[in-house]
């Protein structure tokens, strides 16, 4: 561990509650005036710099039907290259900084990132602002990546997990666009090739300054990163779009599906209930946060009970990921029998009720909120780590504070609070199971 992880975690339990930061890191926060905003977090780790550009544009912004999957096609679009930059020249541009760049998409943000010596800062800012300002492809170049798509959600769909995914959101969900997964419906995928127009509109309405934030954490001096910035940013026009979620209707009653998959594979299931969107002031998408390690981790009840002593089940997890929308607390469990899996349902809602009937013990309450703490500064071992972090809870507030208001609402949760929150959402009304067979089983 190192030694500044030990002493931030030791100012933390010594520090009164409302002076708590489980953020270690300083930051400055600069807004200009096209609504671009950049986030710039000096680390001691020397040399390498960071760069995180999270464009608040993912899956839940596809609003028009028959056109799911734009964002992460442009996870894809944004290498095809610029006339100051072809893809030859971005390549190269990366292999002689030693560079190591990605992106990935979510249901919220799209994200781009890149790692590298500090030297380099100039060379990459002007890079990424060309692509990001004057991206240029061609409708050969974009039915090429649009059927490149294509084979990435078929290669997807020979993984059951994917599918179970697939499955679950377009079963529990009606109107609201996290009904389709960031691979989009196959459908409208099919017809993607066709839809370049469409294309180059997605691109001027999101791929602009006021959805856009850069980080640079590492090696960096705030004064030096803004002045960067302005010159090879500040020009970028803001938009004027502003997409209209839809809304989703309230739970009306229990659902299931399931999926017989052609081949011999282990069972799963899935048990979903309606969540809350992310929140750093209200308690129960935090309370959920701690009712998922309490109720399904490694050192929680039903895990010992069938993956370790019965060996009935070798996946359970929970997850209650943070959405900028209401979303689902899931339950998984990969099942060794299919004989097995009513059961193994029925266990996971008997411990779901259990949190609505019962206060948890207070201790084991707080040895959690302690885990978490733990956890996520250990998991901020450089830089690249540091940005990568940021920018998922950029994505939902556009700055890093919500990080420690995050960690300061899990302090203020009581055994009660819990009990309340596991009343209000574990209700028949939002569930929603989905189970698979292989074999084809019906």
């Not at 950049?38 to 995180?52: E, H, K, S």
């Not at 004989?339 to 084991?364: C, K, N, Y």
Request: one cysteine or more; hydrophobic letters at 40%.
């Amino acid at each position: 561990m190192r030694w500044w992880v030990t002493l931030m975690l030791c100012a933390f339990l010594t520090a009164p509650a409302s002076e708590r930061k489980v953020f270690p890191y300083s930051w400055d926060e600069h807004d200009f005036p096209n609504g671009l905003r950049l986030i710039t977090i000096p680390t001691d780790y020397p040399n390498v710099v960071a760069l995180y550009i999270v464009v608040q544009a993912g899956s839940r912004n596809e609003v028009e039907p028959g056109k799911s999957g734009f964002a992460h096609l442009f996870e894809h679009m944004m290498f095809r290259g610029t006339r100051n930059y072809p893809p030859e020249k971005y390549e190269a541009v990366l292999k002689a900084a030693g560079a190591s760049s990605n992106a990935y998409t979510t249901d919220d943000h799209t994200a781009y990132h890149t790692t590298f010596s500090k030297e380099d800062l100039e060379t990459i800012l002007a890079m990424e602002a060309d692509r990001f300002q004057n991206l240029e492809y061609s409708r050969d170049v974009f039915r090429t990546e649009a059927l490149a798509v294509l084979g990435e959600y078929n290669k997807n769909s020979s993984d059951p997990a994917n599918k179970l995914e697939e499955v679950l959101r377009d079963t529990a969900f009606d109107r609201h666009t996290y009904k389709h997964t960031t691979m989009g419906f196959l459908k409208d995928i099919l017809q993607m090739p066709e839809h370049y127009e469409y294309s180059r509109l997605f691109f001027e309405r999101y791929y602009r300054p006021e959805y856009t934030t850069i980080i640079l954490a590492g090696d960096i001096e705030p004064a030096k990163a803004k002045e960067l910035v302005s010159r090879y940013w500040g020009s970028w026009k803001r938009g004027s779009f502003r997409p209209e979620i839809p809304a989703e209707p309230p739970a009306n009653g229990p659902r299931s599906n399931h999926i017989a998959w052609p081949t011999p594979t282990l069972p799963w299931v899935v048990v979903a209930f309606r969540g809350p969107a992310y929140s750093d002031e209200e308690p129960d998408h935090a309370a959920l946060d701690l009712i998922a390690y309490l109720g399904f981790s490694e050192t929680s009840e039903l895990y010992q009970k069938l993956v370790i002593r019965e060996q009935r089940v070798d996946i359970l997890e929970a997850e209650n990921l943070r959405r900028v929308d209401p979303y689902l607390f899931c339950v998984w469990a990969r099942i060794k029998k299919e004989e097995d899996v009513a059961s193994v349902r029925d266990e996971i809602l008997a411990t779901l009720a259990r949190f609505a009937a019962e206060p948890v013990e207070p201790q084991r309450l707080e040895r959690v909120k302690r885990h978490l703490r733990y956890r996520f500064a250990l998991s901020l071992r450089d830089s690249e780590a540091v940005a990568a972090a940021a920018a998922r809870y950029v994505a939902l507030r556009r700055t890093p504070a919500t990080i420690d208001r995050l960690f300061a609402l899990y302090e203020q949760l009581t055994p009660a609070t819990i009990l309340a929150v596991a009343r209000k959402y574990f209700v028949d009304a939002g569930r929603t199971v989905i189970t698979l067979a292989g074999g084809g089983s019906q």
